[in-house]
């Protein structure tokens, strides 16, 4: 690991943190895509080159209109995470790479496929998109697959009323239909 993110021969707590989260693969490069360091599931990934690659000392896109969006990426990554979708491979869906700016001026990557298993945090669209608890609810309803009248039913209120709860959250995130 560079030194610039070790202190007294030990990482610090960000990138502690941030090499702890989960099984996913996980990179460390610079803003040229040299890799300084990656776990065994990052390895196995660049093992089987396809979407991302290792080439020489660096990690690249196997794909070159791929590759000129994912160096971009990598530069612009910041101190609060962003994600890039990168093609599909088989059946494994299209690839996500998350980036973060890390200690040192070194960027974290994360990459899953989007097949791999998703959580959805409802809170977090709540706030994001100032949704009444009502409001969420029903779009939690919708996304699952019910019709208006289902949620209705469901929630025991009228269609009159989740319709109108349904335009307003067609509004707050910026939809015009489902």
């Given at each position: 690991m560079n030194a610039a993110m070790m202190r007294a021969g030990e990482a610090t707590p960000v990138l502690e943190t941030w090499l702890g989260l989960g099984r996913r693969a996980r990179l460390i490069v610079t803003d040229d895509l040299a890799l300084q360091w990656r776990n065994p599931a990052a390895a196995a990934l660049l093992e089987r080159r396809d979407p991302l690659v290792l080439s020489g000392e660096a990690v690249r896109a196997r794909d070159p209109a791929d590759g000129r969006r994912f160096q971009a990426f990598v530069r612009a990554a910041g101190p609060q995470t962003t994600i890039l979708c990168l093609a599909e491979r088989d059946n494994d869906g299209h690839l996500l790479a998350?980036?973060?700016?890390?200690?040192?001026?070194?960027?974290?990557?994360?990459?899953?496929?989007?097949?791999?298993?998703?959580?959805?945090?409802?809170?977090?669209?709540?706030?994001a998109f100032g949704l009444t608890a009502s409001e969420r609810d029903i779009a939690q309803a919708l996304a699952s697959g019910l019709t208006a009248e289902a949620v209705a039913r469901t929630l025991r209120t009228s269609i009159k009323t989740v319709r109108t709860h349904i335009r307003h959250i067609y509004s707050k995130l910026g939809l015009s239909s489902r």
């Open positions: 998350a980036a973060v700016r890390l200690p040192g001026g070194l960027v974290g990557l994360t990459a899953f496929y989007a097949s791999d298993e998703v959580q959805y945090h409802w809170a977090d669209l709540r706030e």
